[in-house]
């Protein structure tokens, strides 16, 4: 028996009507469908925002990826849902990996992926890219993100904020993703460096508790909980 495809498909930001022509063909036709969340009881944002394409004879398989930062668990859950998603492939069945924004910008079906291709070496894989956040928020706040020969800069926030604070003190536009509870010690590097005017914050784009910001100093009063899928531009001036 054939081994089946796997097909990695980013479903964008959050508006549904943001996922792909091809990745909701894709999710329409294929018989499995895995979903990644963060809690057992809590739902697949990927899902939902995938839901309207979803055949409703595909049995939907649910992932579960805790928010832990410990390399060694998170190895093993990877290990787990790749082991999981190979029994299907290995059954001669296609299977659809779900992934929020892109496929391959910082999501969980890179590391899935490559506990995968540690159990079926030569497994086909076709993936589908998505609609990246940042440039949801950039056309939901007219923020140019590239402009001619100026640099861009993603930096995925961590609790080393020196990071940061490079990052907004060179050249061109700067992205930062994955805030959450360090909001408030973004807005004080940028207010650091007269770069709060020069700035645009979106949380949850596309989705219905969407929140959209140009005037960061308001942000203050936030505590950072919703933070988590927000993405600030930065334009540095240089």
Request: charged content about 25%.
């Amino acid at each position: 028996m054939s081994v089946g495809t796997l097909y990695g498909i980013g479903v964008g930001p959050g508006d549904p009507e943001l996922l792909t022509v091809k990745g909701s063909r894709i999710i329409g036709e294929c018989p499995n469908i895995f979903v990644p969340k963060a809690r057992i009881k809590s739902e697949s944002l990927a899902r939902k925002i995938a839901e309207q394409f979803i055949n409703g004879n595909s049995r939907i398989h649910e992932l579960v990826f805790p928010m832990v930062t410990d390399k060694t668990k998170l190895k093993e859950k990877w290990d787990a849902s790749a082991k999981t998603i190979s029994e299907v492939l290995l059954n001669g069945e296609d299977a659809v990996f779900l992934t929020l924004g892109d496929s391959l910008l910082y999501s969980t079906y890179i590391y899935m992926l490559r506990s995968l291709k540690e159990i079926i070496p030569d497994v086909k894989v076709v993936t589908v890219p998505g609609v990246a956040a940042f440039s949801a928020v950039a056309s939901l706040t007219d923020f140019p993100v590239g402009v001619g020969k100026r640099k861009i800069t993603i930096v995925p926030t961590s609790d080393d904020m020196s990071k940061v604070e490079q990052a907004v003190t060179d050249e061109g536009t700067v992205i930062l993703m994955k805030i959450g509870s360090r909001l408030h010690n973004i807005l004080d590097i940028l207010d650091k460096y007269d770069l709060l005017d020069k700035s645009v914050f979106v949380a949850n784009a596309g989705l219905e508790t969407e929140k959209i910001s140009t005037d960061l100093r308001a942000l203050r009063e936030e505590t950072g909980d919703g933070a988590y899928l927000a993405v600030i531009l930065v334009d540095t001036g240089k």
